[in-house]
Nanobody
Framework: EVQLVESGGGLVQPGGSLRLSCAAS????????MSWVRQAPGKGLEWVSN????????YYTDSVKGRFTISRDNAKNTLYLQMNNLKTEDTAVYFC????????????????????????WGQGTQVTVSS
């Protein structure tokens, strides 16, 4: 059974940092591209970032470039998202998902996605940025 378990969310002030983790099991993690997707309150799903299976290539939506860093440790079957200089607009539930996003997301501009775009989803972790 595929399992993706996110952790590391919480409440942080604007300008602060958080590191999300996603523990993967039930599949060969090292052979899967992985992504982070978020959903802000009252809004749809938005692709945030993805990383190729070997970790050599990473991609980000424009709004998080220079602030967020995606990484992975294939030996530990774990995906990470380091989030720095957080803004109130980063408040959302963050989901760890398998696969690359749809090709249209690589333009960098805000990319709405839906659940069928990715094979497996974690339960999500809440990130709240507020003073």
């Amino acid at each position: 059974e595929v399992q993706l378990v996110e952790s590391g969310g919480g409440l942080v002030q604007p300008g602060g940092s958080l590191r999300l983790s996603c523990a993967a099991s039930g599949f060969t993690f090292s052979t899967y591209d992985m992504s982070w997707v978020r959903q802000a309150p009252g809004k749809g799903l938005e692709w945030v970032s993805n990383i190729h299976s070997g970790g050599g290539s990473t991609y980000y939506t424009d709004s998080v470039k220079g602030r967020f860093t995606i990484s992975r440790d294939n030996a530990k079957n774990t995906l990470y998202l380091q989030m720095n200089n957080l803004k109130t607009e980063d408040t959302a539930v963050y989901f760890c998902v398998t696969d690359q996003p749809p090709y249209r997301c690589y333009s960098g501009s805000r990319c709405a996605v839906s659940r069928p775009d990715f094979s497996y989803w974690g339960q999500g972790t809440q990130v709240t940025v507020s003073s």
